[in-house]
């Protein structure tokens, strides 16, 4: 069973930048009709001109969101449903980071990072699957990190909504098998896209080498493609899926020694300079850390 991107209408989070831009644009010719969210209205606008110049016969509707707020996401559905507008693949690509020791995280950021990582993908698919069960077609590609099965000292609030993520996607999909709806989840570590300058990361963590990144064209193909295949799970990045099968087999105790040295460095003001792997390394710390939701 394949999810219906080809002549079916996606809604896309985080459409405005990184993996989510990418994926909107590999679409462009293949869907009917694709819907980008995102909290910049002005970037949308960008990406829905760029994408009407690729393909003029492209329908494109832009929904200007901020995730971090529930009535805006009501609204959006509202909105959707009033224009007749009948979604068949879900993309939550939408994701918001943070880098510092719990205790001096403001509670605010925590509430909004748990609003945008868990409240907004639970609540969009909750309104939408329903339909897509009824239809018998339908796909949700959720986009989450490798934080989901990691240590990573300074981010302990973005790898536990990650980690919810993970666990969320793989039940829902085992609920699904059989409704004609493809459920994935897409866990990249090292991805070349916008940083949130606000996240604190750029003055504490070196960026990883080359051969560990890979671009958001290269992460948006990958999921695409497994997501086509029905795979319930995808490590974009042939470095990452490597580093990945040896992060499953490393004893907790071991994890837990090299998140220790990350976190000594961290008390002290120190740079995390040293990768153990992706999860534990850069890929973690500056994966999925982004404003654009």
């Not at 002005?42 to 529930?70: F, I, K, M, S, Y």
């Not at 991805?191 to 949130?196: A, I, L, P, Y």
């Not at 071991?254 to 890929?283: D, M, N, S, Y």
Request: overall charge positive; some cysteine; hydrophobic content about 40%.
């Amino acid at each position: 069973m394949r999810p219906p991107i080809d002549s079916g209408t996606v809604l896309i989070t985080g459409a405005s930048s990184g993996v989510g831009r990418e994926i909107a644009r590999q679409l462009a010719f293949r869907a009917r009709t694709l819907v980008l969210v995102a909290r910049s209205e002005e970037r949308l606008e960008t990406l829905r001109d760029e994408l009407h110049a690729r393909n003029p016969t492209l329908g494109v509707v832009v929904e200007q969101c901020d995730l971090a707020q529930p009535e805006d996401v009501d609204a959006l559905l509202d909105s959707l449903r009033r224009n007749l507008v009948h979604v068949d693949v879900l993309v939550n690509s939408a994701g918001l980071g943070d880098y510092s020791l719990y205790e001096r995280e403001s509670w605010s950021r925590i509430h909004q990072m748990m609003r945008v990582n868990v409240t907004a993908p639970l609540l969009l698919t909750h309104r939408l699957v329903r339909h897509m069960v009824a239809r018998k077609r339908g796909g949700i590609l959720n986009v989450g990190a490798a934080g989901g099965n990691s240590f990573a000292p300074g981010m302990a609030v973005y790898c536990a909504s990650r980690r919810f993520l993970d666990g969320f996607t793989e039940s829902l999909r085992l609920e699904l098998l059989g409704t004609g709806v493809v459920v994935t989840q897409v866990s990249p570590a090292a991805v070349d896209t916008r940083v949130d300058e606000q996240s604190g990361a750029e003055d504490q963590v070196a960026p990883p080498p080359a051969w560990m990144r890979i671009s958001a064209a290269r992460c948006a193909s990958e999921a695409i493609a497994a997501f086509e295949r029905g795979v319930p799970r995808v490590h974009p990045g042939l470095t990452h899926r490597w580093m990945t099968r040896l992060n499953s087999i490393l004893p907790r105790r071991a994890k837990r020694a090299a998140g220790l040295v990350a976190a000594r460095r961290l008390r002290q003001g120190e740079p995390v300079l040293e990768p153990v792997h992706p999860h534990l390394g850069w890929g973690l710390l500056l994966a999925g850390v982004s404003e654009e939701r």
